[in-house]
């Protein structure tokens, strides 16, 4: 079965530290791996894709990375800030031969950065 | 422009009604997708479609009915709702099949009574 799994459940830090969201996937066969923020009772907002043959992606203070053999992700946020508290849900598009785009997601990691 | 769009943002309806939920995108995108997220939980998929054809359901309940009429538009028609479907219904989009970034709409809060 495939899974994705999302370590730590949890996370407080205080404003300022840099810090790691780690996501971790049973199958290496994937399309490509999606990062999203889910801010309470609203929808999903992208973070970052990064495609099955990329290794990392960056977009402002945040950087993803791909370890397919490995079957790891692990998002770094730079400099956290209180805006940044959220959910933060990993997700794997596996590769299922259809390419429908199926998301499997990890069960997230809510995150606290206090001032 | 990456917008997914929903309505109603909520809805509160009887187990007896009739109501549908309605998400729009103009991207251009040929992929969408309903997803169901209950409260502490990640989103679940529900149905997909792609080029206005329904291509997965996640083995659904016949009370939900989705309906593609064109290529912006996907409804979720609801019907003899229970109240354990009370949930967040979320719509995403992408560009089509092979891969590529979903983008996802606010939600409609649904409440069954």
Request: net charge neutral; hydrophobic share 30%.
């Amino acid at each position: 079965k495939q899974e994705v799994t999302q370590i730590p459940a949890a996370l407080s830090v205080p404003e300022g530290e840099n810090l790691v969201l780690n996501c971790s996937f049973t199958d290496s066969a994937i399309y490509n791996l999606q990062w999203f923020r889910q801010d309470p009772g609203k929808g999903l907002t992208s973070l970052l894709l990064i495609q099955s043959s990329q290794r990392e992606q960056t977009s402002g203070r945040l950087n993803a990375s791909l370890d397919k053999s490995s079957g790891r992700s692990t998002l770094y946020i730079a400099a956290s800030q209180p805006g940044d508290s959220a959910t933060y849900l990993c997700a794997v598009d596996f590769d299922g031969g259809t390419s429908y785009g199926k998301l499997t997601f990890g069960q997230g990691t809510i995150l606290t950065v206090h001032p | 422009d990456t917008e997914v769009t929903q309505t109603p943002k909520h809805l509160v309806m009887g187990m007896t009604n009739k109501k549908s939920l309605k998400c729009e995108q103009h991207m251009g995108h040929r992929a969408m997708y309903w997803y169901k997220q209950k409260a502490k939980k990640p989103p679940e998929l529900m149905f997909v479609y792609s080029y206005e054809k329904l291509s997965i359901n996640e083995s659904v309940p016949s009370r939900f009915s989705p309906e593609c009429p064109n290529s912006s538009l996907l409804n979720l028609h609801l019907h003899a709702l229970q109240p354990e479907d009370s949930a967040l219904y979320l719509c995403a989009s992408r560009l089509g099949q092979g891969g590529g970034e979903q983008f996802f709409g606010p939600g409609t809060r649904l409440t069954v009574l």
